[in-house]
C-alpha cells in the first residue's frame, strides 16, 4: 500500500478515545473530515458495499458512531457550517455509490 495521502493530528484530549483510522481498503467508498472553528474534528464515511453512513466526533467520544444514512443525527447538536459539511458529505457519498 503507498503512503496515506493525509494525516491528520487529534485535537482532542486522550479521554474522548483515539479517533479512528480510517483508508480505502475497507470497502468505504467516501471519507470527509472536517474541523470547525473551535478545533472540534468530525469524520464522515459511506460504506460502498451497505450504503451506512456514520459520522465520529471527538467532542462526542472517538468511539462513538452515529448513523446518518438518513441525514438525521437524532439529539446530536451540529452547528450551521457542520451541518452544512454533513450535508455535503451525504450528496456526494451518495452520487459515487
Not at 17 to 23: E, H, L, M, Q
Not at 58 to 80: E, R, Y
Request: aromatic residues 8%.
Amino acid at each position: 500500500m503507498s503512503e496515506p495521502l493525509l494525516k491528520i493530528p487529534n485535537h482532542h484530549a486522550a479521554s474522548c478515545g483515539d479517533p479512528p483510522i480510517v483508508n480505502g481498503t475497507e470497502g468505504r467508498c467516501y471519507i470527509g473530515y472536517f474541523e470547525n472553528e473551535h478545533g472540534e474534528q468530525w469524520i464522515f464515511t459511506r460504506d460502498r458495499q451497505t450504503g451506512t453512513a456514520t459520522l465520529h466526533g471527538g467532542d462526542i467520544g472517538w468511539n462513538t458512531a452515529i448513523d446518518v444514512t438518513s441525514g438525521q443525527t437524532n439529539d446530536l447538536i451540529l452547528n450551521l457550517s457542520e451541518q452544512d459539511w454533513l450535508r455535503a458529505c451525504l450528496r456526494a457519498s451518495i452520487a459515487f455509490s
